[in-house]
């Protein structure tokens, strides 16, 4: 027995529709935040500067994770 929605007039096998784009995780489009220290003495700088690297580099991250995301979605897979 055939479906008559998957059939067509031709006893051809209809295709699928590409998948749909399903947009960016959640969890990528998060903000970028930083939780600073107070900056009283030369050590509480270091450690903001050290603080600041480290939020940096994660949000680096998250930007090169949501390029990737998009080119897989751009390549069809």
Do not use: W
């Not at 990528?28 to 500067?49: K, Y």
Request: with cysteine.
């Amino acid at each position: 027995m055939t479906c008559a929605a998957c059939s067509n007039s031709r006893s051809e096998i209809a295709s699928a529709p590409p998948p749909a784009y399903q947009g960016i995780p959640a969890g990528l489009m998060e903000p970028c935040t930083v939780q600073d220290v107070p900056q009283e003495t030369v050590a509480s700088i270091i450690e903001s500067r050290s603080i600041y690297i480290s939020a940096f580099k994660k949000c680096a991250a998250k930007v090169d994770a949501i390029r990737a995301h998009d080119a897989q979605a751009r390549a069809g897979q």
